[in-house]
Structure formats: structure tokens, C-alpha cells
């Protein structure tokens, strides 16, 4: 089994900055795709941000030019810089992460429990 623990959640002021982590750790044999979704109160969980084994990223458009997503593959970590914070990225961002466990033949996808961002003055 592959377990993410995401942490730096909080509260922050309109056009503020935040920096979450997520490590995936357990039995792990091989991690692709590493990403960020986030949900908002009365919404869909939508994609904000993913980042391949070889650093291929792509974007949520309202997220363009603001967030940035990176990894560390040695740590199994993947990142998310949160900058320019605005009221509406206020969601539980949920990390994710497409990975195959040891001793199966097959990948799956996996979720941490999900970590609160408030933007509010």
C-alpha cells in the first residue's frame, strides 16, 4: 500500500503565499504522476496542478502563472507553491499520486486525507 501525508495548510490573506508538501511512503515500487486537486464547499474536486516522473506539469488555468508544482523524486515528496493568493482558491487541497505498490502488477490511484487552505482578510 502507498499512503500520502500532506501537510502546510492554514490561513492566509488575499495575495499571500503557501507552501504544501505531500510524501508518499509504504510499499512502494514505483511512483508516476504526482499532483494537487483541490475542493471547494458545493463543488466538484477538480485538478490544480501535476507533475510527471520525468517533470512534465500541467496547470489549472485560473492557477497559471501562480502556483508552481515540483518534486523530489529521491523523497517521494511533490510540492505545491501556492503564490498571489486569491478568497476563491479557498478548498481542501488533496494530494495524489498515480503509483504502483510492491508485489502487484498494476498502478493505482492514491489519495492523501487532504489539508484546509483559507485566503481570507
Known amino acids: 500500500q502507498v499512503q500520502l501525508v500532506e501537510s502546510g495548510g492554514g490561513l492566509v490573506q488575499p495575495g499571500g503565499s503557501l507552501r504544501l508538501s505531500c510524501a508518499a511512503s509504504?510499499?512502494?515500487?514505483?511512483?508516476?504522476?504526482m499532483g494537487w486537486y483541490r475542493q471547494a464547499p458545493g463543488k466538484q474536486r477538480e485538478l490544480v496542478a501535476r507533475?510527471?516522473?520525468?517533470?512534465?506539469?500541467n496547470y489549472a488555468d485560473s492557477v497559471k502563472g501562480r502556483f508552481t508544482v515540483s518534486r523530489d523524486n529521491a523523497k517521494n515528496t511533490v510540492y505545491l507553491q501556492m503564490n498571489s493568493l486569491k478568497p476563491e482558491d479557498t478548498a481542501v487541497y488533496y494530494c495524489?499520486?498515480?503509483?504502483?505498490?510492491?508485489?502487484?502488477?498494476?498502478?493505482?490511484?492514491?489519495w492523501g486525507q487532504g489539508t484546509q487552505v483559507t485566503v481570507s482578510s
Open positions: 507533475i510527471t516522473s520525468g517533470g512534465s506539469t
Open positions: 509504504g510499499s512502494i515500487f514505483s511512483i508516476n504522476a
Open positions: 495524489n499520486t498515480l503509483a504502483r505498490a510492491m508485489g502487484v502488477h498494476y498502478v493505482a490511484d492514491y
